[in-house]
């Protein structure tokens, strides 16, 4: 069976630190991964994703950069984090084949910013 | 724009049946999919609507009307540990997922 795992659980970092979480999925080959946000209270905001190695696609401008060093490892970075960038960060999968592409998350990593 | 809409919370009481509408408005439609996320956890995959109709698993049943742009959870013999938000996602026709708000599930006994 398929897992996915994220770390940190949890990360306290001062304002203009660099940030580094990491995604890890076992059990699938050549995964679809995601990374969302999650402020309080709304809804899920798609960050970036990837559809093979070094392949990223950006939904959003901001401050955050992805990577995809091996198929199932997804990192998210930031040079310099910004008050706005706490919330809660979910790795996602999915297969990308077939006729229902549903996503499995990970634990996910609650970030703050101070 | 594309929108998805929930209410943002709702109160049932423990044995009772609950309806948590959806409605959407995207580019597209590839599939409707529920979740469900206790707080401060991750969601977990409920359920996903392709076709026009209602879809069984258990105590929990997701309805879908593409042509009202309509989806519905309704949840049976509703347990303490169904208090959570429901999150309703649309797949649009660039097979992204178009995420609402969540709705927080109050259960009270």
């Known amino acids: 069976s398929q897992t996915i795992h994220q770390w940190p659980a949890t990360l306290v970092q001062p304002v203009g630190s660099p940030l580094s979480l990491e995604c890890t999925v076992e059990g699938t080959s050549n995964p679809n991964l995601y990374w969302y946000r999650q402020a309080a209270g709304r809804g899920l905001q798609l960050l970036f994703y990837s559809v093979g190695i070094g392949q990223i696609s950006s939904e959003v401008p901001q401050n955050l950069s992805a990577s995809r060093p091996q198929d199932r490892q997804f990192i998210l970075s930031s040079k310099k984090l910004l008050l706005s960038d706490s919330g809660f960060y979910l790795c996602a999968w999915s297969s990308g084949t077939g006729d229902v592409d549903t996503q499995y998350f990970g634990p996910g990593t609650r970030l703050t910013v101070l | 724009g594309q929108n998805i809409d929930q209410p943002t919370e709702m109160t049932a009481t423990e044995g009772a049946i609950v309806q948590i509408n959806c409605t959407y408005q995207t580019s597209g439609f590839n599939g409707l999919f529920w979740y469900q996320q206790h707080a401060g956890e991750a969601p977990t995959f409920l359920s996903y609507n392709v076709l026009d109709g209602l879809e069984e698993k258990g105590r929990f049943s997701s309805f879908l009307s593409r042509s009202k742009g309509y989806s519905y959870l309704l949840l049976k013999e509703l347990q303490m540990k169904d208090s959570a938000s429901y999150l309703c996602?649309?797949?649009?026709?660039?097979?992204?997922?178009?995420w609402g708000a969540g709705t927080k599930l109050i259960i009270k006994p």
């Open positions: 996602a649309v797949m649009d026709s660039n097979y992204q997922l178009i």
